[in-house]
């Protein structure tokens, strides 16, 4: 039985050792082979070095390295396709998730037959509150208005089969949001808590703005509430603005002077423009995002990669060159 140890690492060059080495410390502990699979996402660091100084010491430590920077999610993918194990696992680089839950989670696969088994911080120690306070806002929003269900606080570390890897790469979509694609491809899935960790060195990727695009992303790529409520709302005003022709027509009869109230009326013109606005730019994300779709462009290029022996025989070819 081989467990893959899939780890996005983008300018991870600090953190790669002490990863490496607490997997190592972990590993006897695990009733199954681990493969190392970094996924080197276009680090401008020596990332990539550190990971090739290790794939000579050690036979089980392979990777991918893309030609560019292209996200997470698209390591995430490209880490279920080159892995060669009967069990997957993600992690990330900066010890934020802690190799000592892994027996634990095998053993619920293994032994609970459970498919996947996902973590969850209970806590948000260490955060900048502000980041905190959006995270939670942003959760409860999309759980009211998405028919998938998205997890508080779950991480990108999730144990699964091979049968879970497979179904998340049939979800072939360009613009991925790997929260909502473990939710929707369902199965059963088992949640571990663990009280937040910091990470044990460098800097995280993630910006306020980055965040705020991202919780964006997973809005539109989860629910299609937005442009029912342009729909709701213009119906709403539609009601008020009939009100208000009564009462404008009544007012008239009975006390006469009909064009009073123009600052009134300047007000309405500006705000119902600004709805409008605000609606076509909602309708506008839509659509940006079902034109990226359409294009079908690879979710990732390799530029270099070094598998294990069976998965060496089955590369796709073309761009993909097995290097070293
Ligand atoms: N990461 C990546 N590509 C990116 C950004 C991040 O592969 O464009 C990796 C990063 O190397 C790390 C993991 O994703 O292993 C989580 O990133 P980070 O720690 O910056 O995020 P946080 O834990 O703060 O949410
Ligand atoms: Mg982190």
């Not at 190592?24 to 080197?40: H, T």
């Not at 942003?138 to 779950?154: M, Q, W």
């Not at 342009?230 to 009544?250: M, Y």
Request: glycine content about 8%.
């Amino acid at each position: 039985m081989l467990l893959s140890v899939i780890v996005p690492c983008y300018n991870e060059q600090e953190s790669i050792p002490y990863f490496y080495s607490a997997v190592n410390e972990i590993a006897p502990q695990l009733k199954a082979e681990i493969e190392f699979l970094f996924v080197d996402d276009g680090s401008a660091d020596d990332t990539l070095k550190v990971i090739k100084e290790l794939t000579r010491k050690d036979e089980r430590v392979h990777y991918v390295s893309f030609s560019r920077n292209f996200g997470k999610e698209a390591a995430i993918y490209a880490g279920l396709e080159n892995a060669a194990g009967d069990y997957l696992v993600l992690m990330d680089a900066d010890l934020q998730d802690p190799p000592t839950l892994l027996p634990q989670m095998l053993s619920y696969i293994w032994e609970d037959r459970y498919d996947c088994v996902g973590t969850r911080r209970v806590t948000r120690k260490g955060e900048p509150p502000i980041r905190s306070f959006f995270a939670r806002g942003f959760y409860r929003l999309i759980n009211r208005i998405s028919k998938t269900e998205i997890v508080d606080g779950a991480r990108d570390f999730q144990m699964m089969t091979r049968q879970v890897a497979d179904a998340v790469l049939s979800v072939g979509e360009y613009n991925r949001f790997s929260k909502g694609i473990f939710g929707w491809v369902g199965f059963r899935k088992k949640w571990i808590e663990y009280e937040n960790v910091e990470r044990v060195a460098g800097e995280t990727k993630w910006s306020f703005w980055g965040l705020f695009v991202y919780a964006l992303d997973g809005i539109i790529a989860y629910s299609t509430t937005p442009l029912v409520l342009s729909s709701v709302i213009g119906l709403l005003l539609c009601l008020i603005a009939f009100l208000f022709i009564i009462v404008i027509i009544v007012r008239t009869l009975v006390f006469g002077d009909p064009t009073q109230g123009w600052p009134s009326l300047a007000c309405i013109i500006i705000l119902l423009a600004g709805l409008q606005l605000f609606f076509i730019g909602i309708l506008g994300q839509y659509l940006a995002k079902a034109y990226l779709e359409t294009k079908r462009r690879p979710i990732y290029l390799t530029r270099e990669k070094h598998l294990g022996k069976d998965k060496t025989l089955d590369t796709d070819g073309g761009v993909n060159e097995n290097t070293e």
